[in-house]
T-cell receptor, first 109, second 113 residues
Framework: GQNIDQPTEMTATEGAIVQINCTYQ??????LFWYQQHAGEAPTFLSY??LDGLEEKGRFSSFLSRSKGYSYLLLKELQMKDSASYLC??????????WGAGTKLIIKP | ETGVTQTPRHLVMGMTNKKSLKCEQH?????MYWYKQSAKKPLELMFV???????ENNSVPSRFSPECPNSSHLFLHLHTLQPEDSALYLC????????????FGNGTRLTVT
């Protein structure tokens, strides 16, 4: 089957660290994507993991464990502008993206 | 500026109307996509075009009709829609139809009355 699970909503404080988890169960695997979507705007690409481990890109890092079907997005030094929805998507063997419903992240001062 | 432009941004149409959504990408990509985004639901892939050829049609009702005249332009023709078709329609492009990131437009917010 094909299923992506991520929390519906999370709240964090400005300046803190937050980890958004994503689990997937897909037939075949061609990588795991994270996108950011601000309200009323287009989703924008954040990261792509195809091998196990942590990929760091500035304040944002993404982790993948293929054996566990698990990924997380780590956001450090949170800023108010990080308030957005974060979409997890895994790519199956046919290069089709299977999307989660997104995690709405609320940043409080 | 996302490199992918969609028009109109908002559209209200009755169930008997015919309208078209337009998407244009300025990134030199070879694959283009239509997605439907409803509140609190995962993105739903509707259609994929790779080098102007339709490669995916995810069981989309025939009241949605895509057109891809060239690799830079994509249309979604709408007719006799239902209220449940109200959603955000997102166009995206990618370098190829495989593991390259999608670049999305800002979407068309469609309301069917």
């Amino acid at each position: 089957g094909q299923n992506i699970d991520q929390p519906t909503e999370m709240t964090a404080t400005e300046g803190a660290i937050v980890q958004i988890n994503c689990t997937y169960q897909t037939s075949g695997f061609n990588g795991l994507f994270w996108y950011q979507q601000h309200a009323g705007e287009a989703p924008t690409f954040l990261s792509y993991n195809v091998l196990d481990g942590l990929e760091e890109k500035g304040r944002f890092s993404s982790f993948l464990s293929r054996s566990k079907g698990y990924s997380y997005l780590l956001l450090k030094e949170l800023q108010m502008k990080d308030s957005a929805s974060y979409l997890c998507a895994d790519m199956d063997s046919n290069y089709q993206l299977i999307w989660g419903a997104g995690t709405k992240l609320i940043i409080k001062p | 500026e996302t490199g992918v432009t969609q028009t109109p941004r908002h559209l209200v149409m009755g169930m008997t109307n015919k309208k078209s959504l337009k998407c244009e990408q300025h990134l030199g990509h070879n694959a283009m996509y239509w997605y439907k985004q409803s509140a609190k639901k995962p993105l739903e892939l509707m259609f994929v075009y790779n080098f102007k050829e339709q490669t995916e049609n995810n069981s989309v009702p025939s009241r949605f009709s895509p057109e891809c005249p060239n690799s830079s332009h994509l249309f979604l023709h709408l007719h006799t829609l239902q209220p449940e078709d109200s959603a955000l329609y997102l166009c995206a492009s990618s370098q190829d139809g495989e593991a390259s990131p999608l670049h999305f437009g800002n979407g068309t917010r469609l309301t069917v009355t």
